[in-house]
């Protein structure tokens, strides 16, 4: 988190951090969401992957993200239609 911070603060990337939705294996399935609808990587130690270890290619992308105290809404991600439309269609 301080990396962040510091990135936002020297105003290299346009960033949040928000708290990931859900609880347990829903959470884990939101995340999958959230990195389709953006073409990004879920970033988790569970996966092997440490946050020290993410470059740019790994983000996701969107339009427009909108975050409230109790709300994060994505608008126009950039995930592949054919892989958000699977998650849908598996849904």
């Known amino acids: 988190l301080a990396t962040l911070v510091v990135n936002k603060l020297r105003g ?49 992308r969107a339009k427009k993200v909108s975050i409230s105290k109790e709300n994060t809404t994505i608008v126009d991600g950039a995930g592949k239609k054919a892989e958000i439309q699977g998650r849908v269609a598996q849904i």
Not at 12 to 40: N, Q, S, W
Request: glycine share 16%.
């Open 12 to 60: 290299g990337l346009k960033i949040a951090a928000v708290k990931a939705p859900g609880f347990g294996d829903r959470r884990k399935a939101m995340l999958e969401d959230i990195a389709i609808l953006t073409g990004g990587q879920v970033i988790s130690e569970d996966l092997g992957i440490k946050l020290e270890n993410v470059g740019l290619n790994m983000l996701g």
